[in-house]
């Protein structure tokens, strides 16, 4: 059997709703978000991206958040972004910018 590569995924473990690995060793830190960011909604998507980028950035990190369930946190690194809660309809729901020290 011949390959080119073999792919490594460490087991998951979730911390805050979020699997571990993805605090990349510290780099990246929690941001909880409010426990009412859906206004009411079913569901809605978040999306965190760099302060001064546009909304067809790649987000710095995403997640959906449905009500009735525990809402995880964004995992970010040091540096200031704009947090933008959306509805499936595109909806703005919540927006603020936040600076992760």
Known sequence: MRRDVTVFHPRTRLQQGRPSWLR?????????????????????LVCARSVGEGEDAIPVDQIEIVAGREVPVLLLPLGEFTVEVKSPGDETLWTK????R
């Open 24 to 44: 990349m060793g510290g780099l990246r830190r929690p941001f909880v978000l409010p426990t009412d960011v859906l206004e009411g909604a079913a569901r809605a």
């Open 97 to 100: 910018r936040v600076e992760i």
